[in-house]
């Protein structure tokens, strides 16, 4: 097997390092189209990503806009309380309400370039 064929191992934390980054470079595609954040909040808030004062503050934002920029600021780089990613909650959130299915396209194709792109990284080390 050559070394472009090697299975490169990417870690847990290589994972949730790269979900970060998707969630975070995309806020703005993110934020314009998911309007009002609230309607996810008890998934985040059962996984404990999410608390009353995480809730209070993200919805006294103004416009809804704000309040999603401020949602996903707040998701990124947490954990729940069973190590679930938050891009994981918010992407699972999406798909059992089926709305915003564009945005799970997004954010999986955005996660797939990172994943392929760290894997050459690697293999060139």
């Known amino acids: 097997m050559s070394a472009d064929e090697e299975d490169v191992t990417i870690t847990e934390k ?3 390092a790269l979900k970060n980054d998707v969630l975070k470079e995309n806020i703005y595609e993110i934020s314009s189209q998911l309007g009002d954040p ?7 808030k059962a996984k404990e990503i999410l608390d009353r004062t995480d809730c209070e ?3 006294a934002q103004v416009t809804s806009m704000e309040k999603a ?5 707040t998701i990124s780089g947490r954990c729940g ?7 994981d909650v918010f992407v699972g959130a999406l798909k059992r309400m089926k709305v915003h299915i564009h ?3 997004i954010l999986n194709q955005a996660l797939a370039k990172k994943i392929a792109e760290l894997k050459t990284t690697k293999r060139v080390q």
């Not at 609230?38 to 985040?44: I, K, V």
């Not at 920029?69 to 600021?73: E, G, M, P």
């Not at 309380?81 to 891009?87: A, D, F, L, M």
Request: glycine share 8%; charged share 30%; no cysteine.
């Open 14 to 16: 290589d994972l949730a």
């Open 38 to 44: 609230g309607r996810y909040f008890a998934s985040f």
């Open 57 to 59: 503050t993200i919805k």
């Open 69 to 73: 920029n401020v949602f996903i600021d």
């Open 81 to 87: 309380r069973k190590g679930e990613h938050p891009y």
């Open 103 to 105: 945005i799970v396209r």
